[in-house]
């Protein structure tokens, strides 16, 4: 791939990147085109996907309860988080040139921390509500009300600020000098920051901190709640009571697998660890998959999604029949 290495600016003695090269997978030319027909496929289905679970959960009165408003809330998050990547990582597979400017490569940078902290701290929200509702059956309508659901969905997006504002704002100020070639489809902290010519050991400590607040906090949180979770379910007396407890946490607990096993596989392997190709698939995983995959598992494991969808597909077609017969 022919491209300029690096635009600088030279002033007094000192250079500064103005824009860098996302490499993504220019390394094999031949997988461009059909690359680009995958991940199109799958953002088209993520984001259609999520939008569906938004308007059932939405419309369908039988899905009005906590656990289907911090769904919302989760489908809106993926769509964003993918917002954020996937359109400029498709149009850098049609084309030579894969930069991207200063300033978009720490927009990015910001919005992917935002979104990616707001997520973790949901799912928690979500374990929160599962263990009140199995746990202590008899509050939930009390302690699940509208405010308690608006309060944690709230808490949850406004995570994401504080950390995407001290990351973005730190690793930005660091002098970049060049190379500008940033071996990833994003602009990821680890691979930028390889780029700054200056110590970033203080930095690096500030990450990890970063890192188990609001990556390893939240997820020893959904830990203990699932712990407390499983014990009540084993206590409970019939076979169908413990088979009804545990489905309507099942999703919840296969999507918090996926993006957790494929998120701390990442950020708490040592740099030495994965070689750069291994850490972008283990990033498309969280990143790109994840996202798609969170409304199927939602649909197919989830009894009244089913029938929401359903009801609402239903709803469709007989609006469109009452339009096309004339009454």
């Not at 769509?79 to 400017?101: A, D």
């Not at 994401?160 to 973005?168: A, E, R």
């Not at 691979?191 to 700054?196: I, T």
Request: proline share 6%.
């Amino acid at each position: 791939m022919k491209q300029t290495e690096k635009k600088l600016i030279t002033s007094e003695n000192q250079t500064s990147v103005t824009e860098f090269i996302l490499i993504g997978f220019s390394n094999h030319p031949e997988l461009q085109i059909p690359l680009f027909i995958i991940f199109l496929t799958v953002y088209t289905i993520t984001v259609s996907g999520n939008v569906l679970i938004i308007i059932v959960t939405t419309m369908d009165p039988a899905l009005q309860s906590p656990m289907y408003y911090f769904l919302r809330n989760l489908s809106s998050l993926e769509i964003c988080f993918n917002l954020v990547i996937v359109p400029k990582m498709l149009s850098n597979f049609l084309k030579e040139n894969t930069t991207i400017s200063y300033a978009g490569c720490a927009t990015q940078m910001y919005f992917f921390f935002f979104f990616g902290a707001a997520e973790c701290c949901l799912l928690a929200a979500m374990a929160y509500d599962r263990y009140i509702a199995i746990c202590n059956p008899l509050r939930y309508p009390d302690i699940m009300n509208k405010t308690a659901c608006f309060q944690l969905a709230g808490a949850s997006w406004f995570s994401g600020f504080p950390v995407s504002t001290v990351q973005t704002t730190w690793i930005f100020s660091l002098p970049f000098c060049g190379p500008n070639r940033v071996n990833h489809f994003f602009c990821d902290s680890p691979p930028v920051l390889e780029l700054a010519c200056a110590d970033t050991y203080m930095f690096e400590i500030e990450a990890l901190t970063a890192t188990v607040l609001f990556i390893m906090f939240p997820f020893l949180l959904i830990l203990l709640t699932y712990v407390r979770i499983i014990t009540t379910i084993l206590r409970m007396p019939s076979a169908e009571g413990r088979h009804k407890a545990f489905s309507t946490c099942s999703s919840h607990l296969v999507v918090v697998t996926l993006f957790y096993g494929t998120a701390t596989s990442t950020y708490f392997r040592p740099k030495s660890g994965y070689s750069p190709d291994t850490k972008k698939i283990l990033s498309l995983s969280y990143t790109v998959i994840t996202p798609m995959l969170n409304p199927i598992i939602y649909s197919l494991r989830n009894k009244e999604v089913k029938g929401a969808l359903k009801r609402t597909l239903g709803r469709s077609i007989f609006l469109q029949k009452a339009n096309i017969i004339p009454g």
